[in-house]
């Protein structure tokens, strides 16, 4: 009854012959699973456990309670921070040397693949990325598979290619189980399907190398960009101070501020906002150089929207991902109608440095009410985004920031910070900048979209189809060198 939409099967079939497994909920057994399972095994293939250099394990998290296992160097990959076919380098928590003892059999190598297996939904179950030597020393969290292959069998970019098609997700998913969350377990990551090519591997490997260069390239040019402007505020000359105690009379501290916290009179804070205040080329307070769109947006129930939230922003200023889902699905904070050329600036202490510029790609999406959305006349968008992650006005942020509970910036802070008028000269170069690392960026995408397809198309089609399109997808790229600007 293929027609309707549904799959009968006899209970005598229900074991499935592959991993002589017994599942009675419906979800297993959707015809578009069946159709998947078909593609994949016309072409030759295995079930992942024989591929792999120990079976899978999950990661756990150290106990929170114990201070000395976190505040260290070691990244700790968690769901938010994979992403499809990427590690998003916003951590919330980093582990010490001890803290990763702890779990030190989940301690990621260089060409692991990690796949998320719990989440709350199916998108975020299956995502998966392979580990650079960039992204250590790392570990992973309990919703984190490790998979760490046998390279003489199988190399590992393209497994993680295919884990990244709609094969590999969809054997994924397949294989995963609904309750309260939708979850894998070790073994049932196992048993994925996993079509095996002879000359297609060495072709993914190549493209995941340039795109691992372009982003590299990438890299280089907005850290240019982020030099210029520390220049631009003399920030070698500033040396905040590393004092804990500043005495305060009543009148220079609660009557000028309202603020009796002793975290705010910090005077590494006071030396950060002297420095803005002396800038040669002046500053203002954000509410007279920048526009502030605090509107709040109700989303239409049917139409369907982009949202964006903290984990979706990556370290340079860019949106990785957003959530696409009806009005009616979205969270309560999905209240902020966003447009080309605003910046996304965090308001949550701990996540200050996830500021972002929304791209034409991005116009009319939704963002989180845990952003300020601002635009100013003033300052272009380019420099306003590496204006507010540089350090000195993170420091500014983090001393506007109060609460308990939630520790954040209220908008009155938020528009009394002082924001130095960056010459227009300098703006203009450090805009250049930033749209080529923008650039660069979505070139190392592509060439990674490129792989997935490659491999779809491989799978329906045959490996010489394959071949042929990442020629034909390849052949434009050009390859930019990083060039220092004056």
Not at 212 to 228: G, K
């Amino acid at each position: 009854m293929k027609g309707l939409g549904i799959s009968i099967k006899q209970f005598s079939k229900l074991s499935n012959i592959i991993d002589d497994t017994l599942r009675f909920d419906a979800e297993h057994y959707q015809i578009k699973y069946e159709q998947i399972d078909e593609a994949i095994t016309k072409n030759n293939h295995c079930v992942l456990r024989e591929l792999l250099a120990m079976p899978v394990i999950t990661g756990h998290t150290p106990s929170m309670k114990i201070e000395r296992f976190y505040g260290g160097e070691i990244r700790f990959v968690k769901t938010d921070n994979l992403r499809e076919n990427k590690i998003v380098d916003v951590f919330t928590d980093y582990l010490t040397v001890e803290g990763n003892e702890e779990i030190i059999n989940s301690a990621l190598k260089a060409d692991d693949v990690i796949v998320t297996v719990i989440g709350a939904t199916f998108d975020v179950v299956g995502r998966s990325a392979i580990i650079r030597k960039s992204h250590l020393p790392a570990n992973i969290n309990q919703n984190i598979a490790l998979i760490r292959l046998d390279k003489t069998k199988i190399n590992p970019t393209y497994f993680n290619a295919y884990l990244n098609t709609k094969y590999g997700r969809g054997s994924l998913h397949h294989h995963s189980r609904q309750t309260e969350q939708v979850n894998l377990n070790c073994r049932e990551v196992e048993r994925v399907l996993v079509p095996l090519f002879n000359q297609l591997e060495a072709g993914i490997e190549s493209l995941s190398t340039k795109a691992d260069i372009v982003a590299e390239q990438a890299t280089t040019v907005y850290a240019q960009a982020e030099t210029m402007l520390l220049d631009t505020l003399s920030m070698a000359n500033l040396s905040p101070s590393t004092e804990k105690i500043n005495i305060k009379s009543f009148k220079d501290s609660f009557a000028a501020t309202g603020r009796l916290d002793a975290e705010y009179y910090q005077p590494k804070y006071e030396d950060c906002q002297a420095h803005v205040l002396a800038y040669p080329n002046g500053w203002q307070s954000l509410m007279q150089a920048c526009n502030l769109n605090d509107e709040n947006f109700s989303p239409d129930d049917s139409t369907v929207y982009k949202y964006i939230e903290l984990a979706d922003i990556d370290d340079f200023g860019g949106i990785v991902g957003c959530t696409e889902a009806p009005g009616n699905e979205l969270p309560s904070r999905a209240r902020r109608i966003v447009k080309a050329g605003d910046v996304l600036i965090s308001s949550i202490e701990g996540s200050l440095s996830s500021c972002a510029i929304i791209q034409e790609k991005m116009d009319a999406a939704l963002c989180s009410t845990g952003f300020y959305v601002i635009n100013s006349d003033k300052i272009n968008a380019e420099t306003l985004l590496v204006l507010f992650k540089s350090a000195l006005m993170q420091n500014i942020l983090k001393q506007a920031c109060s609460g308990t509970i939630l520790t954040a910036i209220n908008k009155s802070e938020f528009l009394n910070i002082p924001v130095p008028l960056i010459e227009l000269v300098v703006q203009k170069k450090i805009t250049s900048l930033v749209q080529e690392s923008f650039s660069l960026k979505d070139e190392s995408e592509r060439l990674l979209v490129v792989a997935k397809r490659a491999v779809e198309i491989a799978i329906e089609h045959d490996e010489n189809a394959a071949l042929t399109y990442i020629k034909t997808k390849t052949l434009s790229v050009v390859q930019v060198e990083s060039t220092e600007h004056d």
